[in-house]
């Protein structure tokens, strides 16, 4: 197994740390919360793909005794440097040249090198300097995976251009080969007035085809390190999933390059193995890691609540709401802390309850209650593998489904009107069930959370938000449906 080894001594939160880490092929993430020193890592970890790397780091961050020693062990042949502050108060290698591989370091926007160009282009923009027959088209792959990656399709960036190559970027004094971007007035825009998405994808990207992806006949015949710092910064959830996904693919084709992350994302924690994640436990400024790390585990570190008996799962804000109501009308939180969580899907619910008993995450004497809708107690008794979880169901549906019903269906019929009356004053309940009636003829699938979709754009039109009308419409559910079984069974599993 190839190795990288870093050992660090007194460099910002880090008082001291002996790591080690897979460096061969494949996705890989240090995760842990803010100030657990996963940037601080991978900046010191970057420098075997640049020995400029440290430069970034600030007078402020380290002092005399401040050292760093890293180790490669590659094929069987071992490399070591040893980082030593020196009289003129930098970062100086001891003991031979520095260990370099062909690799990238991307950071987030308070790292990397998304901002050394940026004066320069824009004022060769501004003066007309950039010779036209200097600016291409950008490379196809380029814009397929931006436009993917960002906005699930292929239609975007299809203008996007660059300087045309390494060589003539150097003659304009840029470190990089920038990208740019047409406005719809004709002006030409660099990568760096583009989003801290757009720009740090373009600068990947553009780095992965030029030297993975188009690598020639002999391709990738060395290890190949990718560093990507905190992404959830500047990449939307869904972005950040697709990226992933991107990576995954990447590895496979090309099995040299090693990617490695730092996240405290859901989506990242989420997409990655076990075996492939290590989370970072910061004791007073010292750091070791956590391997392997289950995702329930990782995101139960990183957004942690510290000190409740119970763990209450629901579907829903919604769920959560009336939940939260009725521990109250039962008194249930004397002497106990109780935190509710919305999850997602009833399927997501039981998924993560199952595996935080699994995992063990919430250790001894803490117990874990599954609440979902009242629709799917059919499909759960179906599922086998949820059985013995400890578990109850609403006296209702998905809001969703429950408000459909009403309005639809004839069901409460005394709720239509308080929702009518209290909520949509301007435009009622029946201009807009005629609205969706209008629009939706026929068989469509779910019908109800069209509707719903429907209900909250007025609401929005409003200045209503969801959150609001949620909260009060618990109330009203409360008052026309009866609860009274529930708060028993919800009283028995919080004893």
């Not at 013995?388 to 309005?407: G, M």
């Not at 069930?433 to 007025?458: A, C, I, M, W």
């Amino acid at each position: 197994m190839d190795l990288v080894k870093l050992k660090v001594s007194n460099i910002k939160n880090i008082k001291s740390a002996d790591i080690e880490l897979p460096m061969e092929g494949g996705v890989y993430s240090l995760v842990g919360g803010n100030g657990s020193g996963k940037s601080t890592l991978m900046l010191l970890l970057s420098v075997i793909v640049s020995s400029r790397r440290y430069s970034m780091l600030q007078l402020e961050d380290y002092d005399k005794t401040s050292e760093i020693e890293i180790s490669m062990s590659i094929g069987g042949n071992v490399s070591n440097n040893k980082w030593k502050v020196s009289g003129a108060n930098k970062f100086v290698v001891s003991g031979g040249v520095p260990i370099e591989f062909k690799g990238v370091y991307e950071g987030s926007l308070f790292y990397g090198s998304r901002f050394e160009d940026s004066r320069v282009v824009d004022n060769l923009i501004r003066s007309n300097s950039i010779k036209p027959e200097h600016i291409v088209d950008a490379f196809d792959y380029v814009k397929d995976n931006l436009s993917y990656i960002l906005h699930g399709d292929m239609n975007h960036y299809r203008t996007l251009k660059k300087i045309k190559n390494k060589k003539i970027s150097l003659q304009y004094q840029f470190s990089n080969v920038p990208y740019f971007t047409v406005s719809p007035t004709g002006a030409l825009l660099s990568q760096y007035r583009m989003s801290s998405g757009e720009c740090l994808l373009l600068s990947l990207l553009n780095y992965i085809y030029s030297t993975i992806v188009n690598s020639g006949a002999t391709g990738v015949t060395s290890i190949s390190p990718v560093f990507i710092d905190e992404i959830e910064l500047a990449l939307h959830p869904i972005a950040i999933t697709r990226l992933v996904s991107y990576l995954n693919e990447l590895v496979e084709q090309f099995p040299k390059v090693c990617v490695y992350l730092t996240s405290h994302s859901p989506e990242v924690i989420r997409s990655l193995k076990p075996e492939n994640m290590f989370m970072i436990n910061n004791s007073s400024g010292d750091i070791s890691l956590i391997n392997p790390c289950y995702p329930s585990y990782a995101i139960r570190e990183v957004y942690r609540h510290d000190g409740f008996d119970y763990l209450v799962l629901v579907e829903d804000k919604l769920a959560e709401k009336i939940v939260d109501m009725s521990i109250s009308d039962i008194g249930a939180r004397e002497s106990k802390l109780i935190h509710i969580s919305p999850v997602g899907g009833w399927e997501n619910v039981l998924s993560l309850h199952l595996n935080l008993l699994k995992n063990n995450v919430m250790g001894v004497n803490k117990k874990i209650i599954s609440i979902l809708d009242g629709d799917v107690k059919t499909d759960v008794s179906a599922k086998k593998e949820f059985t013995h979880l400890v578990k109850t169901f609403l006296p209702i549906p998905s809001i969703e489904k429950f408000i459909y019903s009403s309005i639809f269906e004839g069901k409460y019929p005394g709720f239509k009107k308080v929702l009518n009356d209290k909520y949509f004053p301007i435009k009622s309940i029946d201009e807009l069930s005629l609205e969706h009636s209008r629009q939706f003829k026929g068989k469509v699938k779910n019908p109800d959370k069209k509707f719903y979709f429907r209900l909250k754009k007025d609401l929005e039109s409003r200045n209503i938000d969801e959150s609001y009308f949620i909260s009060n419409l618990s109330e009203d559910i409360k008052r026309e449906i009866s609860f009274e079984a529930f708060n028993v069974a919800l009283t028995g599993l919080l004893r």
